[in-house]
């Protein structure tokens, strides 16, 4: 069975908090991971793809554990304008986003 | 401006009443989706085209068609709407629809079925 499994939210931080977001996939044949990040009643837009080694874009660290079938982004710092609903993607398709599996979102609200 | 755009944005109808959401795309990318968004279940994919002519059924294609016969649009067509197809639509587009790449959506179809 497809699926991607997300952190139930919501989370409610205060700013300069750091918080952490887990997803986990069914299909050990996934090829490709996404956080999308979708502000509210908006188009969801691309954070970060997720590498094998692990990637970091200024305060968002994304982490790819393959033997344990999760994703992880962690926020640092976090701004009120970071408040928004992060979403899980995977690709479990070598070569296609013809299934994109999106998970059901996590929403974070940064309070001041 | 490279973009998606969707028409119309917001939408009421009544059950059974023949409708079209339109799609396009200005990036000259080769792969188009659309997805359903609904509370709870998250995005799911109705239909996707790989290119021109081809589609191929997502998750939840029932009570949809859709057609691809140019490259930039990709219409959402529901022959008799049901008050079960009332969600938040998006269309999306990638450069070949490998699966590192980037989706761009548009900016979301609101559907009400009375």
């Known amino acids: 069975r497809k699926e991607v499994e997300q952190d139930p939210g919501p989370f409610n931080v205060p700013e300069g908090a750091t918080v952490a977001f887990n997803c986990t996939y069914s299909?050990?044949?996934?090829?490709?991971f996404f956080w999308y990040r979708q502000d509210c009643r908006k188009e969801p837009k691309l954070l970060m793809s997720?590498?094998?080694s692990g990637n970091e874009d200024g305060r968002f660290t994304a982490q790819l554990n393959r033997a344990s079938q999760y994703i992880s982004l962690l926020i640092r710092d976090s701004k009120l304008s970071d408040s928004a609903t992060y979403l899980c993607v995977v690709s479990p398709l070598g070569g296609s986003q013809g299934n994109l599996i999106f998970g059901k979102g996590t929403k974070l609200s940064v309070k001041p | 401006e490279a973009q998606v755009t969707q028409n119309p944005r917001y939408l009421i109808t009544v059950t059974g009443k023949k409708l079209t959401v339109t799609c396009s795309q200005n990036?000259?990318?080769?792969?188009m989706s659309w997805y359903r968004q609904d509370p709870g279940l998250g995005l799911r994919q109705i239909y996707y085209s790989m290119n021109v002519e081809v589609t191929d059924k997502g998750d939840v294609p029932e009570g949809y068609k859709v057609s691809r016969k140019e490259k930039r649009n990709f219409p959402l067509i529901l022959e008799s709407p049901s008050p079960n197809q009332t969600s938040l639509y998006f269309c999306?587009?990638?450069?070949?629809?490998?699966?590192?790449?980037?989706?761009?959506f548009g900016p979301g179809t609101r559907l009400l079925v009375l």
């Open positions: 999306a587009s990638s450069l070949q629809g490998r699966s590192w790449e980037t989706q761009y």
């Open positions: 990036m000259n990318h080769e792969y």
């Open positions: 299909n050990s044949a996934s090829q490709s």
């Open positions: 997720v590498y094998s």
